[in-house]
């Protein structure tokens, strides 16, 4: 059983990561998809929310919840996963979290609201 929760920890470390991806990069893959951006820039939204009022992503009471199901220490598995949660839990001040999650916000709504380009070449 503790194969289970292990594997189930890890992929919630994995699907951790992914969401972090998504949030980052999703305005240039979901730029065109007007539905789908909705989605995004609510995830970005949350996102920066956690930061300002310093609340636990639930991915991560999962994740720590299953490690200790699997008997691990929170936080212990697989070489890869190991690197991927320096990736998502780095340590910085907290002022620099917010600032980039606010920054990443602006950015997403100036990237997905700002007037397309002209493809003509003036004269």
Same mark, same amino acid.
């Given at each position: 059983?503790?194969? *289970?929760?292990?594997?189930?920890?890890?992929?919630?470390?994995?699907?951790?990561?992914?969401?972090?991806?998504?949030?980052?990069? =999703?305005?240039?893959?979901?730029?065109?998809?007007?539905?789908?951006?909705?989605?995004?820039?609510?995830?970005?939204?949350?996102?920066?929310?956690?930061?300002?009022?310093?609340?636990?992503?639930?991915?991560?009471?999962?994740?720590?919840?299953?490690?200790?199901?699997? =008997?691990?220490?929170?936080?212990? =598995?697989?070489?890869?996963?190991?690197?991927?949660?320096?990736?998502?839990?780095?340590?910085?001040?907290?002022?620099?979290? *917010?600032?980039?999650?606010?920054?990443?916000?602006?950015?997403?709504?100036?990237?997905?609201?700002?007037?397309?380009?002209?493809?003509?070449?003036? =004269?």
């Amino acid at each position: 059983m503790k194969l *289970v929760y292990t594997l189930a920890a890890e992929a919630t470390v994995l699907l951790h990561f992914a969401w972090i991806l998504f949030v980052v990069t =999703g305005a240039f893959w979901l730029r065109r998809h007007p539905r789908l951006r909705r989605i995004h820039l609510l995830a970005v939204a949350y996102s920066l929310a956690i930061e300002v009022f310093r609340w636990i992503c639930p991915l991560t009471h999962l994740e720590q919840a299953l490690w200790r199901r699997a =008997g691990a220490s929170a936080y212990q =598995g697989a070489f890869l996963i190991h690197y991927v949660e320096k990736l998502i839990y780095f340590r910085a001040p907290q002022w620099l979290l *917010v600032s980039l999650a606010a920054l990443l916000l602006a950015a997403t709504v100036v990237f997905y609201f700002r007037p397309p380009r002209s493809t003509e070449r003036p =004269g």
